[in-house]
């Protein structure tokens, strides 16, 4: 799973505005250095070179959270700082029977740049409710089956970032998930969200395979995140004078839900080294993080191993 292909086919028909290489480079390093209180979009370059540089790696963030996710019970979906409307291409390419999409975002001229872009697109995405609007004074909005905020939490406060929390939660009637850049920053703060969803009773669907103190919240070496492979368009490439056809995307994320669902007794949360005699595992489970080798020898065992990838489940036999 990487980017949606109908979002990558609209942005390859967008217009390449000149400057986009040095929009994308201030709008990177502004990232880099945090933006809590400011904001990182400030032109229309600025929102050329997030739609070119940044949205297909966070729409494939989100595409990828998606395999987590039950989607038998959610019809509508509610994505809080919507930016151009990343998640919401995201989750419309995992499942078609949504009917209802509600995007809040602070930025009027993002939001005419994320109904510009579906307006190419077939289907609900035309229908998308735009709401301009702070995401820390929502104006009342009506309960959704599944509320989203991608890469938006680190824009904001600790104090606002829980008050966020708390509106997702009442909102939400089925579940909430909550994705951030893979840095130690990003994991930190789904770390604490983590605690404070717990503390409303929420129920973890992923990554967390149990309610434990998170193994990696004080581990110096590690955070916890994933990586998405994202393929780099013609303009993509340009807008970073970049020559790799792909890059891969870091991501924190978590997915609450208001029941339980089936959880794998581990998570893999490195990538898995599969070499001649064995393959090494690391994974999260209730009692800490596990170093485990798979000798060749057990077979079975030894071709399940070695199918795993970074985030996957796991349940040793
Ligand atoms: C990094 S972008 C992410 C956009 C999109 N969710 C994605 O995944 O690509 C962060 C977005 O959050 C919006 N945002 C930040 N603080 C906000 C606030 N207080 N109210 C509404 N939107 C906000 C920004 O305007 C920006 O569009």
Redesign the pocket.
Known sequence: VSTPPALLAVLAEQPIPTGIADAVEQLTAR?KKGISGT???RSALDHAA?ITA??PA??A??RACCKHIDFTTINSVL?????????LWAITDAIENITKLTA????AE?IGVGKQLAHSSTGIMHNINWII????Q?PTLEPHDLI?????T???SER?RIQLAHTMWQLARHGVLI?EPGTRAGSHAIGQLRQYFLSLGAFIAAPCTHTQTCPLSENTERWCHFRVRVARSKQHRASKSATLGFEDEPYSFIYLTKKPQPTPAMRIVSQPRVHKGAVDLLACHADGIQQLTVPRKNKAAYRTAAALNWGDGYSAS
Do not use: C, H, K
């Not at 994505?79 to 998640?87: H, I, L």
């Open positions: 990232y904001r990182a979009m997030y940044r949205m966070t729409a963030a989100v994505d809080f700082g919507s930016g151009p409307g990343s998640a809040i975002e602070q930025d993002l609007g702070d995401i820390r929502p989203v905020a991608s890469y938006v680190n824009e904001l606002e994705i």
